[in-house]
């Protein structure tokens, strides 16, 4: 079983060209991924805020792997089998995805419209969701 969290914010995943600088407007965001590449420079951020020339999908449902209550640790996102997992319901009714990924966690974005059943999907599957924490989390001390 894999434990979810569901974001509350309507995402857009976003296309500038290659070598841009995060605009401000992407600044603002509680939830940012920017990926840059030789053709493209990806911006995953709120949609609340972005110009309309800007091109990329926008109207988009986040869900991220979270850690076990009981351990504090998440699904390996390197871990055999866990995309199919998530991700063969949702093409099985027909849901399109986009995944992004960190270090520590798996992020599954659908159309905002389609987030209610792909929760139901993933729910009669096994895996848990629940709403994405509001408080960020207290910073570790370290013992110096």
């Not at 990806?42 to 990329?56: F, S």
């Not at 905002?112 to 989390?137: C, F, I, K």
């Amino acid at each position: 079983m894999t434990r979810l969290h569901r974001f509350p914010e309507t995402l857009a995943l976003l296309s500038l060209g290659p070598g841009s600088d995060v605009p401000a407007w992407a600044q603002s965001s509680s939830v940012l991924s920017i990926t840059a590449t030789a053709t493209e420079t990806a911006v995953l951020t709120a949609g609340r805020d972005v110009p309309r020339k800007v091109p990329g999908v926008r109207g988009l449902a986040a869900f991220v792997t979270a850690p076990e209550p009981a351990t504090g640790e998440s699904a390996d996102p390197t871990g055999p089998g866990l995309l199919v997992d998530l991700l063969a319901p949702l093409a099985e009714a027909g849901i399109s995805a986009q995944v992004t990924t960190t270090s520590t966690a798996v992020w599954v974005l659908v159309p905002v419209g389609a987030a209610d059943r792909a929760e139901e999907l993933w729910t009669a599957r096994g895996h848990a969701v629940a709403p994405a924490p509001t408080d960020p989390p207290e910073p570790s001390r370290s013992n110096r």
